[in-house]
């Protein structure tokens, strides 16, 4: 979704160019997803924007002159109100074009503030809510001649979920909002950061401070430093600087040809990262779920057949049954949810703000909230009772590959954790790593050729049973997201009630068949679609007649299956999407982190 960058300068000295650190910056902000983007920048007693829609990655200098600047903002947008067009791009202006905002997330009350705008004498020219807040501040402005007051008094008739940087000509500074968006300050030896996302800074500092909901941030310069203050509710706050754990390099390709590819041959590696948890906090993780009287996983997307999978692990190992409800949808089971309900949220990003949304719902009713994260300090983070960290590093291709199966090796941690065998999960996990990295080495030219053979196919079936259903709806989602062919994931038992009508001659269907205690109840299934002329993939360790091609996999423990059947998965779609001239880092539509209910 929309990522927001802006800096502001230290001194004159010292200054780096602000025009190419802008674009680099915004340029590590566009794996969350974006159609347009924009720059703003104070300089000669002006604003200068320039914005555009499409591809950043072609800009090579803006060449405005302003490498002298010393403040400026930046946006990737991802549309939501209004098309994809230049004018709709951020930084947006009030009429007398002296002050510029960026914005993520939605102005929800933009609709009566704009018409009360326009009956004061403000026009618009674009359709986004965005455009009613440099407008609102120019109100305030007249009123009081002061930016940093007109910018407060603004937010404060702001209704909605989102993040705010905003500039104005006269302004020797920056001021932020945050309200239900994430917006992150880092501080660099020469300057200021104000973003949504520490990817954008991660080369000049690791030291940031995060902002929480309803937090106001003005940074100021000075003789020959900048003043950063931080108020909520009017009242001044101090806040702590934190280290950011992540390395630059991470998240930089390294060779590679995609960050797909790179996510996905990391895994190794990544496991291990995701096993070094405390097992002290592990056992008494697992002890409170297994105390609860209700546990409910809630997550979106691939974060939520993760924790579908943590449901049938938790019920196998421990015999402690839960549910999942998808995260838009939590809220409408809030009647259901009160202090005896342990709530346990699953995401990458922690940002996610159907999550929040459904999370927040629930601790108001008294629910505790656990949570499995991959991005430390995120708002669900901060949100929880307690946090477990995945530890898969950055992940920047938009579909996740290393996050997923971080989250897998720690819901296999927690489900031991309950039977008192952590230790022995751990050193199952730690020998199942190099296993899974030998495995993607000898299967790359083979899915590579399945991949070519049915690349061009407009629809693809993925079943499986028990454990392994949850595997056949993150394959098909993986195939979805980067190739946009229509897939379908499902328990293979549910098939013959109604999706079987859609299997024609050469329809694949990728059968989920480790030789676990779903094996033959699955072939069953796999037959059935054969015998209407399906392309049968088989995704096993035992091969049978019924498949057509098959992508195997290694013999493991039968409950550890799907940390070696995800790795074939991704690659099948990896290399579908890349046949078919795609590239699979930025699907369309899509974004990395949605910040939008
Ligand atoms: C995964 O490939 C998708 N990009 C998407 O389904 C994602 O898993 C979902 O949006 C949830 O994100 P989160 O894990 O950051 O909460």
Redesign the pocket.
Known sequence: MCGIVAYISRDLEKRDKIEDMLISSLRRLTYRGYDSWGIGFKGNNKIHIIKNVGDIENVNKLNLGFENSLIGIAHTRWATHGGVTKINAHPHLCCKKEIAVVHNGIIENYKELKEELIKNGHSFISETDTEVIPHLIEEKYKLCNNFEIAFKEAIKELKGSFAIVAIHKDFDGIACYRNGAPLVIGISSNGYFVSSDVVAFLNYTKKAIYLDDEEVAILKRNERDIELKIWKNEKEVKKEIKEISWNFEEATKLGYKHFMIKEIIEQPESIRNALMQNEKEMLEVAMEILRAKQVIFT??????YAAIIGRYLFSKVARKFCDVIM?SEFHYFSDSVDKDTLVIA???????AD?LFGIKKAKENGAKIFSIV?VMNSTLARLSDKVIYTNAGPEIC????K??TNQLVVLYLLAYSMVNKFEEARSNIRKIAEIIKKSIEENNKNIEEIARKVKDKDHFYYIGRGINFAMANEGA??LK?ISYIHAEGMPAGELKHGTIALIEKNTPVVVIAPKDYTYYETLSNAMETKARGAFVIGVTDYAHDVFDAIIEIPKVEEIFYPLVTIAPLQLLSYYVAVERGLNPDKPRN?A???TVK
């Open positions: 997550a979106c997307g691939t974060s939520r995260a699953v995401s990458q990003s922690g940002e996610t999550v991959n938009v579909a996740a590959t996050s997923f989602l993986k997201e899509l990395k982190s949605v």
